[in-house]
């Protein structure tokens, strides 16, 4: 049997299985030759492909997306966006490596807004604001130091004590929260099958067409699918952790699993007053939860090293936070439960350029995947372009360290992840 070169998903995202029926693109069948070939149809690999048709209108260019639009890791995150962050301190260093990062940022973010308004794209984005939770004494030592931080800088913002915090979100689980304006929430599925389906004409994307060899041949690639063969000069390899599947950047990333679930729908007034919000957990291994419309609550939780967990554990876990948080609503279920992957490098740097004679490639997202996944696709395709942009995405992001070999990285991820659940405690 062929060894799996990208994410199998059995669960159905709950994003996805929430919208309209979408027709997917058929798979490819048959010998092709390409200008570009594009291997993925996630943010990254749709951002490079449309930037590439509008420096190349005259090009061929075929997406191959190995399962469908919407159904991928892109689809599957909690759909936070935003084009800044808040500076990691107030430093010269943090506060310049922060602006250089919030100027790819708001580039990626504003291209994204401009395309939803263009294509009238229904994804839900708006502007709801970003909240930093904590529900433990450690918690709240990290949203103070932030709190000094936004203080610092005169960015707007609210520090929510518990009874503030159950007026907003409908919940006292928190002891402290920090409220900062600049956070947008959208349906990320919703999103990415509305990118998929306005792409250029001269863009041929296939579903159904996972990539399963990738060989050089002569001055070009020749890409193998299950039951086609696009032979390209140049490749983009949009594939986030599944990269290493072809040999590439395995002592630079990690795939880890996460999960997340969409509560069935209660009471409106149940999550507050406050009519859209996404909680971030101050520890970097803590729960993730959303209000989601006016009746539902998504919670994202548990991260599990390179292989997934069984789903009753997944269930039952993401249950148990739900109800933690909420204890009046513990006769309430999880409607939808799904997992997703993605790429993780030991200093949050991204890996970003040419990976061989024409060959790009972008992994290691660290959890950001929508606006980052956006933005340095787009720069992708115009350093194919010739419009090389590599020194400045190198000085904004840095590059990802090497990671130890096995069986040191199992054993060393396991320690640290131990380490940071107990750290987390009631965070999680």
Not at 107 to 112: A, H, I, R, T, Y
Not at 234 to 260: C, E, P, S, W
Request: aromatic residues 8%; proline residues 7%; hydrophobic residues 40%.
């Amino acid at each position: 049997m062929p060894r799996p070169t990208f994410p199998s998903y059995a669960d159905r995202c709950g994003w996805n299985a929430m919208l309209p029926p979408r027709t997917p693109r058929p798979a490819l069948h048959g010998n092709h030759r390409a200008d570009f070939a594009v291997v993925g149809a996630g943010f990254t690999g749709l951002a490079a492909a449309r930037r590439l048709a509008e420096l190349h209108p005259q090009a061929r260019i075929i997406v191959l997306e190995a399962t469908e639009v919407g159904e991928g890791s892109s689809g599957r995150n909690s759909g936070f966006a935003s084009p800044t962050d808040i500076p990691g301190g107030t430093s010269p260093a943090a506060l310049a490596s922060a602006a250089a990062q919030d100027r790819f940022g708001e580039e990626g973010f504003n291209w994204l807004v401009a395309l939803t308004q263009q294509h009238n794209i229904d994804c839900g984005l708006h502007l709801s604001g970003r909240i930093k939770g904590a529900a433990t004494e450690r918690g709240e030592a990290i949203v103070r130091s932030m709190l000094a931080t936004v203080q610092s800088l005169g960015l707007p913002h609210a520090l929510l004590g518990p009874d503030e915090m159950e007026q907003r979100i409908g919940t006292r689980y928190y002891r402290l929260g920090l409220f900062t304006e600049g956070g947008y929430l959208l349906d990320p599925a919703a999103l990415i099958r509305g990118l998929a389906d306005s792409l250029p004409e001269n863009i041929q994307l296939h579903e159904a067409s996972p990539l399963q060899t990738l060989r050089r041949d002569g001055p070009h690639w020749r890409l193998e699918t299950p039951a086609a063969t696009v032979t390209a000069p140049t490749v983009v390899m949009a594939t986030n952790a599944a990269i290493k599947q072809f040999g590439h950047l395995r002592d630079r990333i990690v795939t880890i699993h996460t999960y997340a679930a969409i509560s069935a729908p209660v009471a409106p007034s149940t999550f507050g007053t406050q009519s859209s919000w996404g909680l971030l957990s101050c520890h970097r291994l803590g729960t993730t939860v959303r209000r989601v419309g006016p009746d539902r609550l998504m919670v994202r939780s548990l991260y599990a090293y390179e292989n997934g967990l069984p789903e009753p554990r997944v269930r039952d876990e993401l249950r148990r936070r739900f109800h933690r948080r909420y204890p009046a609503l513990a006769h309430i279920d999880l409607e939808h439960v799904w997992g997703g992957t993605t790429a993780l490098t030991l200093n949050g740097a991204p890996w970003w350029g040419q990976l061989d004679q024409g060959l790009y490639g972008f992994a290691g997202c660290n959890g950001s995947g929508i606006v980052k996944g956006t933005v340095l696709g787009k720069r992708l395709a115009e350093q194919i372009a010739g419009q090389d942009s590599t020194a400045d995405i190198l000085a904004a992001f840095g590059t990802p360290n090497r990671i130890a070999p096995e069986p040191f990285r199992t054993l060393g991820f396991h320690t640290i992840a131990a380490i940071e659940r107990r750290r987390a405690g009631a965070e999680s």
